[in-house]
């Protein structure tokens, strides 16, 4: 038997440039050597390319590839990581940042790039 529950989540930039920031100073670090800002700087960092509707590329340690994150990308990685991958960071119908570590960044990372978890 399976349920499908919708409901909607309060997100703002700050929120996705701190698990951003958390992804990008450790969480993906282990399989990502590389982010690159595509473009002009839509921030100070690199952190902040994506809540403002840029891209970064992450260069991938282990294979020879290249993949794009964009917010669309990063809000379904997020969505699955929260639906699928059981992460608990709601409270009172918002997320808080400071619930993610770096090995949930990396979780919604890699749901945003591959679909699913592909590393750890």
């Not at 930039?13 to 100073?25: G, K, R, S, V």
């Not at 992450?58 to 699928?84: M, R």
Request: proline fraction near 1%; glycine fraction near 10%.
């Amino acid at each position: 038997m399976e349920l499908n529950i919708n409901y909607k989540v309060e997100l703002d930039n700050e929120c996705i440039d701190d698990i951003m920031a958390t992804a990008l100073e450790g969480g993906i670090t282990y399989w990502c050597d590389a982010a690159e800002v595509v473009g002009d700087y839509l921030g100070e960092y690199a952190s902040e390319q994506i809540s403002r509707g840029g891209t970064l590329k992450l260069h991938d340690s282990e294979e020879d590839e290249t993949y794009e994150l964009t917010l669309d990308k990063f809000l379904a990685g997020l969505a699955k990581a929260i639906g699928e991958g059981g992460l608990d960071v709601l409270h009172e119908g918002k997320i808080d940042p400071s619930s993610i570590d770096a090995e949930d960044a990396d979780v919604i990372i890699q749901y945003a790039i591959f679909g699913e978890v592909v590393y750890g």
